[in-house]
């Protein structure tokens, strides 16, 4: 499973890049709001530090202007992928910018009937949310099983990102449930090579080298 980055903080970024795991950026406007930056110069850099897909959401509702954005955030390097919501104007967005040649990702997926459409539109990616279907108390690992299921049956190369990830038993359900890609926030990815005993055995190895 391909491990994203879910940030729009470029130091975070930098950092998870350096150890050479991460192969893709996802940010959304919450995440862009959070650095108080604009979208399209925080995007600027990002594709400077990252060369794989970088997601980059659009703002506006009506499948038009959504297409206009995506077509603007396009031009901004090749790796972009023009974030969609999950709304029939974003399948609609979805379907002309796919046709152009650009890059889509749709997002704010629930079911497996909106991760269908998705993929049936030509999406490079549909991203469900595992964080905020647990939040509602839902199943998460099933949704992303069955989104993998249909996918395989009928051969779509539409791949799935795991998002809204909050723990390390979110990356792991994603990643037995056969998920493309996990997006991950900086701190919970930091966290997934942490394990007590390989605390405890780097110190008897350490002890060890040291009694020699
Ligand atoms: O990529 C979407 C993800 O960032 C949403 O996460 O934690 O706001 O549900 P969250």
Known sequence: ??????????????????????????????????????????????????????????????????????????????????????????????????????????????????ALLAMEAGATFVSPFMGRLDDAGMETEELIRNIAKVKAIYGYKTEIIAASIRNLKHIESAALAGSDIATIPYKVMMKMIEHPLTDAGLKIFANAAKSK
């Open 1 to 114: 499973m391909k491990l994203f980055i879910d940030t729009a903080n470029v130091e975070e970024i930098r950092a998870a890049a350096a150890c050479g795991i991460v192969s893709g950026v996802t940010t959304n406007p919450s995440l862009i709001a959070k650095e108080g930056r604009k979208l399209e110069d925080v995007i600027h850099e990002i594709v400077s530090l990252v060369d794989g897909p970088i997601s980059a959401e659009v703002t506006e509702g009506d499948a038009e202007t959504m297409i206009a954005q995506g077509r603007d955030l396009a031009k901004i390097h090749k790796n972009i992928v023009i974030k969609l919501p999950m709304t029939w104007e974003g399948i609609k967005a979805c379907k002309t910018l796919v046709k152009e040649g650009i890059k889509t990702n749709v997002t704010l997926c629930f079911s497996v009937d909106q």
